[in-house]
């Protein structure tokens, strides 16, 4: 057999020739040593579990402050990339916008004077208004005297939305009653160990895991809370209108589009001077000047400028779309799409994914299909 520590072979003995060594006793040694090594090494992975523990309950407190912190939502809609398809014809006008056109609306003496004095981008601001819910913001403007149209997604919330930050909710409070339940069972570990660094290291270990309980619950707690309180406000909303001029308003009733994302709200506290419709003949071509106005991210009644990139397609329901590079920013769904000459052309309404310049307006024809009854 050859010895372990100064590798003399010899014939089977209790100890080396060569170095005295013992052989009985170094195997006890090493074993001891391999023994200690291993609960060392159970000590690093209890440790590791219990820091990927704290990491996720660190990581939970985060979601539930994203789907429940105030003012989370700024109303925008986007679609994906291969969602549009190239489409040249101009929708054709209905009825009712031919019947808009050919209608005057008689101005007040204030109203003249400021339409006569302001440009086409001046009067396009001062009829922008800026609608505040309690879940979002996002943009409007007046297409009758005391008539804002505006998206469907900005005066409603979604339903969707609403369900997922539900499920989050509840898988949160899931999360944090095992969280508990796991604590006490460590806390009772912790009274039958004897002292020593290992009870030294999981008396850190749970106080460490206490606080981020504590930080996660409170803002659970805050989450359903806000939940509770969102809840509410969807059934009965209270949909606020900033003016141009920083007057505040209460919307009236509400009417919505169940074919196009649009919204018409009622304002009889206030006489607007509607955004005039392009002249018949008049169309809106590829590479026009365009400019949008809007609320994006609380920056009221702001005007970004662009071209008319041409008309879209969308191959899930076929509708038609105007497509622009002028900037649409969370805030800016709901606001007027005018060309040069200050003439409404669309209802900005969603950007595409993943993509800077490529937005889109509902042509302003489908706001008088839609609602025409109540505009006539």
């Not at 649409?328 to 003439?343: Q, R």
């Amino acid at each position: 057999m050859r010895c372990p520590k100064c590798n003399h072979t010899q014939a089977r003995s209790a100890e080396c020739k060569k170095c005295g060594l013992i052989f009985a006793k170094y195997a006890a040694a090493e074993k001891k040593k391999k023994e200690i090594e291993e609960k060392h090494q159970e000590k690093k992975s209890t440790i590791g579990k219990y820091l990927l523990a704290a990491v996720l309950m660190l990581v939970v407190a985060a979601a539930t402050y994203y789907f429940v912190r105030p003012g989370a939502v700024e109303q925008q809609y986007s679609a994906p990339s291969d969602s549009f398809k190239d489409n040249s014809v101009e929708p054709a006008r209905s009825v009712a916008v031919e019947e808009k056109i050919q209608e005057k609306q008689p101005a007040s003496p204030r109203q003249a004077a400021e339409q006569a004095a302001a440009s086409p981008v001046e009067r396009a601001r001062m009829a922008t208004v800026s609608i505040e819910t309690p879940w979002g913001t996002g943009s409007g403007f007046f297409v009758k005297q005391n008539y804002i149209v505006t998206n469907k997604h900005v005066v409603e919330f979604d339903q969707e939305d609403l369900q997922e930050i539900r499920e989050k909710i509840s898988t949160n409070r899931q999360l944090i009653d095992l969280e508990e339940e796991k604590l006490r069972e460590l806390r009772s570990r912790l009274r039958s160990m004897p002292n020593g660094p290992g009870k030294s290291q999981l008396e850190i270990i749970i106080r460490e895991r206490e606080k981020n309980l504590v930080k996660v619950t409170r803002q659970q707690e805050e989450g359903e809370s806000r939940l509770a309180q969102l809840e509410k406000d969807i059934v009965s909303p209270r949909i606020s209108i900033i003016l141009s001029d920083g007057a505040e308003h209460s919307a009236g009733y509400i009417l919505t589009s169940s074919k196009y994302d649009l919204a018409l709200l009622a304002l009889f506290s206030y006489d607007g001077r509607e955004l005039a419709l392009p002249p018949q003949g008049v169309p809106l071509r590829q590479g026009d000047k365009v400019y949008t106005v809007g609320s994006p991210v609380g920056l009221r009644h702001s005007v970004t400028a662009g071209v008319f990139s041409g008309f879209r397609q969308r191959e899930t329901d076929q509708q038609i779309f105007l497509q622009t590079d002028a900037a649409i920013n969370p805030g800016n769904s709901g606001g007027p799409l005018i060309d040069e000459n200050g003439y409404v052309r669309g209802v900005n309404t969603m950007i595409l994914q993943n993509t800077e310049g490529i937005g889109f307006a509902i042509p302003i024809e489908k706001v008088f299909e839609e609602f025409g009854s109540t505009l006539q």
